[in-house]
């Protein structure tokens, strides 16, 4: 048998392929499938979990989204309670101030009118008294002659007469 020959080169390259072969399936291949396993569950579970990851992500955009409207919502309230309470606190001034103008003016009109009464008071108690000497200069001048006296009441209320 002649080693260097081309038929048992091929002959020997095949026993050392098929027992290079054996050799690597009963001791490398199970380790090489098992990484390359958990290599291939290692990168599912990175993709699972950036998968995940992008979801509790729009789900907290969605959340704070949320919130933002609801404290925009709130705001708005706040804002129309707080106008409403500011018209309400003009009108409620602006009623007392009118009240309060009425009764000004009510207690202003009473006073002129007591004011006015006590000069038509006067005024009647000046007219008397006027009468009363008109009828003592009457009396004193002429006491028998009634035509004199008429002429002269006339001339004294025409003197004295009031608005």
Do not use: H, Y
Not at 53 to 81: F, G, T
């Amino acid at each position: 048998m002649n080693f260097t020959s081309p038929e048992s080169l091929i002959f020997w390259t095949t026993i050392i392929f098929v027992v290079f072969f054996i050799l690597l399936k009963k001791f490398a291949w199970k380790p090489i499938l098992e990484a390359v396993k958990t290599r291939e569950q290692s990168i599912n579970d990175a993709l699972l979990s950036a998968e995940n990851a992008k979801k509790d992500l729009l789900n907290l955009q969605a959340d704070n989204e949320k919130l933002l409207a609801e404290a925009r919502a709130e705001r708005d309230a706040m804002i129309k309670e707080a106008r409403e309470l500011k018209d309400k606190m003009i009108a409620d001034a602006k009623g007392e101030a009118q009240a309060q103008g009425e009764k000004m003016i009510s207690q202003a009109k009473a006073s002129i009118e007591s004011e006015k009464n006590a000069a038509m008071a006067e005024i009647k108690n000046q007219v008397s008294s006027l009468s009363i000497e008109i009828a003592e200069k009457l009396l004193k001048e002429e006491l028998t002659n009634t035509e004199a006296q008429s002429k002269l009441v006339e001339k004294m209320l025409g003197e004295a007469k009031l608005n």
